[in-house]
Protein backbone atom coordinates (compact mmCIF):
# COMPACT_ATOMS: atom_id res chain seq x y z
CA UNK A 1 0.00 0.00 0.00
CA UNK A 2 2.69 2.25 0.72
CA UNK A 3 4.36 1.70 -2.22
CA UNK A 4 1.15 2.67 -4.31
CA UNK A 5 1.31 5.87 -2.60
CA UNK A 6 4.76 6.72 -3.43
CA UNK A 7 4.15 5.69 -7.09
CA UNK A 8 1.00 7.79 -7.17
CA UNK A 9 2.59 11.01 -5.35
CA UNK A 10 5.89 10.36 -7.80
CA UNK A 11 3.09 10.86 -10.86
CA UNK A 12 2.24 14.19 -9.96
CA UNK A 13 3.90 17.55 -12.02
CA UNK A 14 4.86 19.78 -9.47
CA UNK A 15 4.43 22.48 -12.07
CA UNK A 16 0.95 21.14 -12.86
CA UNK A 17 0.21 21.28 -9.07
CA UNK A 18 1.17 24.79 -8.41
CA UNK A 19 -0.77 25.96 -11.17
CA UNK A 20 -3.66 24.05 -10.22
CA UNK A 21 -3.46 25.40 -6.60
CA UNK A 22 -3.23 29.05 -8.03
CA UNK A 23 -6.39 28.21 -9.82
CA UNK A 24 -8.07 27.23 -6.86
CA UNK A 25 -6.85 30.00 -4.50
CA UNK A 26 -7.82 32.52 -7.70
CA UNK A 27 -12.00 30.81 -7.12
CA UNK A 28 -11.70 33.42 -4.68
CA UNK A 29 -10.80 37.65 -4.73
CA UNK A 30 -9.26 38.57 -1.04
CA UNK A 31 -12.45 40.69 -0.63
CA UNK A 32 -14.66 37.49 -0.73
CA UNK A 33 -12.62 35.89 1.76
CA UNK A 34 -13.07 38.71 4.23
CA UNK A 35 -16.92 39.34 3.38
CA UNK A 36 -17.18 35.61 4.64
CA UNK A 37 -15.28 35.96 7.55
CA UNK A 38 -17.08 39.01 8.69
CA UNK A 39 -20.37 37.40 8.02
CA UNK A 40 -19.30 34.30 10.40
CA UNK A 41 -18.17 36.55 12.91
CA UNK A 42 -21.96 38.07 12.70
CA UNK A 43 -23.33 34.83 12.57
CA UNK A 44 -21.51 34.01 16.20
CA UNK A 45 -21.41 37.36 17.55
CA UNK A 46 -17.76 37.01 18.06
CA UNK A 47 -14.11 36.87 15.97
CA UNK A 48 -14.51 32.78 14.62
CA UNK A 49 -11.52 30.91 15.54
CA UNK A 50 -9.92 28.54 12.14
CA UNK A 51 -12.43 25.83 14.14
CA UNK A 52 -15.52 27.31 14.43
CA UNK A 53 -15.27 29.30 10.61
CA UNK A 54 -14.45 25.48 9.41
CA UNK A 55 -18.11 24.74 11.01
CA UNK A 56 -19.95 27.56 10.18
CA UNK A 57 -22.02 25.92 6.97
CA UNK A 58 -23.26 29.43 6.15
CA UNK A 59 -19.33 30.11 5.15
CA UNK A 60 -18.56 29.06 1.74
CA UNK A 61 -14.96 29.36 1.77
CA UNK A 62 -12.04 26.10 3.78
CA UNK A 63 -10.00 28.20 6.76
CA UNK A 64 -6.92 26.53 4.41
CA UNK A 65 -7.97 28.76 1.29
CA UNK A 66 -8.12 31.97 3.67
CA UNK A 67 -4.32 31.21 4.93
CA UNK A 68 -3.04 30.60 1.27
CA UNK A 69 -4.57 33.95 0.42
CA UNK A 70 -3.37 35.95 3.42
CA UNK A 71 -0.68 33.83 5.18
CA UNK A 72 -2.13 33.32 8.25
CA UNK A 73 -5.34 33.08 10.17
CA UNK A 74 -4.79 35.98 12.23
CA UNK A 75 -3.41 38.15 9.39
CA UNK A 76 -7.06 37.92 7.27
CA UNK A 77 -8.99 38.49 10.35
CA UNK A 78 -6.48 41.72 11.17
CA UNK A 79 -7.73 42.83 7.37
CA UNK A 80 -11.23 41.75 7.89
CA UNK A 81 -11.35 44.14 11.20
CA UNK A 82 -11.46 40.84 13.63
CA UNK A 83 -9.13 41.32 15.97
CA UNK A 84 -7.62 38.00 17.02
CA UNK A 85 -9.28 36.95 20.45
CA UNK A 86 -6.27 35.39 21.99
CA UNK A 87 -3.48 37.28 20.86
CA UNK A 88 -4.43 41.15 20.41
CA UNK A 89 -1.53 43.54 21.39
CA UNK A 90 -2.21 46.49 23.77
CA UNK A 91 -1.16 49.11 20.59
CA UNK A 92 -4.36 47.36 18.72
CA UNK A 93 -6.60 47.79 21.69
CA UNK A 94 -6.10 50.80 21.77
CA UNK A 95 -6.28 51.56 17.81
CA UNK A 96 -9.19 49.87 17.65
CA UNK A 97 -10.90 52.21 20.80
CA UNK A 98 -9.72 55.28 18.33
CA UNK A 99 -11.18 54.29 15.64
CA UNK A 100 -14.46 53.50 17.65
CA UNK A 101 -14.63 56.99 18.97
CA UNK A 102 -14.00 58.28 15.26
CA UNK A 103 -16.97 56.62 14.08
CA UNK A 104 -19.23 57.38 16.50
CA UNK A 105 -17.97 61.02 16.94
CA UNK A 106 -17.83 60.97 21.02
CA UNK A 107 -16.07 58.96 23.79
CA UNK A 108 -16.78 54.97 23.11
CA UNK A 109 -18.70 53.56 26.13
CA UNK A 110 -18.54 50.04 27.30
CA UNK A 111 -22.08 49.54 25.55
CA UNK A 112 -20.85 50.63 22.52
CA UNK A 113 -18.36 47.89 22.61
CA UNK A 114 -20.55 44.97 23.57
CA UNK A 115 -22.78 45.98 20.74
CA UNK A 116 -19.77 45.58 18.35
CA UNK A 117 -19.32 41.88 19.20
CA UNK A 118 -17.23 40.28 16.48
CA UNK A 119 -15.69 43.64 15.63
CA UNK A 120 -14.31 44.64 18.71
CA UNK A 121 -12.30 42.76 21.39
CA UNK A 122 -14.68 41.97 24.24
CA UNK A 123 -15.07 44.85 27.21
CA UNK A 124 -13.67 42.38 29.55
CA UNK A 125 -10.56 41.82 27.56
CA UNK A 126 -9.97 45.99 27.75
CA UNK A 127 -10.53 45.97 32.04
CA UNK A 128 -8.24 42.34 31.67
CA UNK A 129 -5.77 44.44 29.70
CA UNK A 130 -5.72 48.22 31.52
CA UNK A 131 -7.09 47.63 35.18
CA UNK A 132 -10.15 49.60 33.81
CA UNK A 133 -12.27 50.93 30.80
CA UNK A 134 -11.09 54.47 31.59
CA UNK A 135 -7.61 53.86 31.62
CA UNK A 136 -7.90 51.83 28.23
CA UNK A 137 -9.52 55.40 27.09
CA UNK A 138 -6.92 57.86 28.72
CA UNK A 139 -4.38 55.44 26.40
CA UNK A 140 -6.01 55.75 23.47
CA UNK A 141 -5.90 59.90 23.74
CA UNK A 142 -9.90 60.39 25.11
CA UNK A 143 -10.22 63.09 27.96
CA UNK A 144 -12.47 61.19 30.31
CA UNK A 145 -14.38 63.52 32.76
CA UNK A 146 -14.24 62.98 36.77
CA UNK A 147 -17.84 62.03 36.84
CA UNK A 148 -17.02 59.02 34.50
CA UNK A 149 -13.78 58.08 36.02
CA UNK A 150 -15.42 57.96 39.41
CA UNK A 151 -18.56 55.85 38.13
CA UNK A 152 -15.97 53.49 36.49
CA UNK A 153 -13.92 53.24 39.94
CA UNK A 154 -17.13 52.66 41.73
CA UNK A 155 -18.35 50.05 39.87
CA UNK A 156 -14.77 48.00 40.27
CA UNK A 157 -14.81 48.51 44.17
CA UNK A 158 -18.60 47.18 43.52
CA UNK A 159 -17.64 44.15 41.37
CA UNK A 160 -15.07 43.47 44.24
CA UNK A 161 -17.36 44.06 47.29
CA UNK A 162 -19.96 41.51 45.33
CA UNK A 163 -17.57 38.38 44.90
CA UNK A 164 -16.29 39.04 48.20
CA UNK A 165 -19.90 38.97 49.65
CA UNK A 166 -21.42 36.28 47.22
CA UNK A 167 -23.86 38.44 45.83
CA UNK A 168 -24.91 42.01 44.97
CA UNK A 169 -24.08 44.50 47.70
CA UNK A 170 -26.84 46.04 49.68
CA UNK A 171 -26.38 49.53 50.61
CA UNK A 172 -25.68 49.22 54.22
CA UNK A 173 -22.93 46.31 52.96
CA UNK A 174 -21.07 49.20 51.24
CA UNK A 175 -20.88 51.74 54.48
CA UNK A 176 -19.82 48.50 56.63
CA UNK A 177 -17.10 47.70 53.80
CA UNK A 178 -16.14 51.61 53.56
CA UNK A 179 -15.48 51.69 57.40
CA UNK A 180 -12.74 48.98 56.81
CA UNK A 181 -11.22 49.89 53.88
CA UNK A 182 -10.90 53.62 53.57
CA UNK A 183 -9.66 53.12 49.85
CA UNK A 184 -13.19 53.29 48.59
CA UNK A 185 -15.94 55.71 47.70
CA UNK A 186 -18.93 56.47 50.61
CA UNK A 187 -22.07 54.92 50.04
CA UNK A 188 -23.06 58.75 49.95
CA UNK A 189 -20.83 59.21 47.13
CA UNK A 190 -21.73 56.47 44.60
CA UNK A 191 -25.55 57.58 45.43
CA UNK A 192 -24.74 60.94 44.21
CA UNK A 193 -23.38 59.80 40.93
CA UNK A 194 -26.42 58.95 39.85
CA UNK A 195 -28.15 62.51 41.43
CA UNK A 196 -29.42 60.58 44.68
CA UNK A 197 -32.77 60.27 42.47
CA UNK A 198 -35.07 57.29 43.46
CA UNK A 199 -34.16 54.46 42.46
CA UNK A 200 -30.44 55.31 42.07
CA UNK A 201 -28.71 52.05 44.60
CA UNK A 202 -30.33 49.98 42.47
CA UNK A 203 -29.34 51.67 38.87
CA UNK A 204 -25.79 51.33 40.72
CA UNK A 205 -25.87 47.69 41.34
CA UNK A 206 -27.40 47.18 37.70
CA UNK A 207 -24.43 48.16 36.37
CA UNK A 208 -22.34 46.53 38.78
CA UNK A 209 -24.20 43.25 37.56
CA UNK A 210 -23.77 44.02 34.11
CA UNK A 211 -19.70 44.64 34.68
CA UNK A 212 -19.60 41.19 36.96
CA UNK A 213 -21.40 39.48 33.86
CA UNK A 214 -18.81 40.61 31.57
CA UNK A 215 -15.95 39.32 33.50
CA UNK A 216 -17.44 36.12 33.09
CA UNK A 217 -19.82 35.78 36.92
CA UNK A 218 -22.84 34.70 36.93
CA UNK A 219 -25.37 36.78 39.00
CA UNK A 220 -28.63 35.27 39.66
CA UNK A 221 -31.97 37.13 39.71
CA UNK A 222 -31.97 37.72 43.33
CA UNK A 223 -28.52 38.93 43.09
CA UNK A 224 -26.76 35.76 44.40
CA UNK A 225 -23.26 34.95 42.67
CA UNK A 226 -23.54 31.29 41.24
Not at 36 to 42: D, G, I, N, P, V
Request: one cysteine or more.
Amino acid sequence: MAKKRFRAAARVDPEALAAFQAGMRRRYTDDQILAELRASAERLGRSPTMKEFAADEQAHVHPQTVIEHFGSWNAAKRAAGLLPRRFATREELVEQLRRLGEELGRLPTAQDIRERRGSMPSASLYWHTFGSLTTALREAGFDVAVGEERLERAIEQGCELARSLGRLPRFGDWGDARRADDSMLTEWQVYRLFDARRGAWATFLYLVRERLQEQGDEVASDGMLV
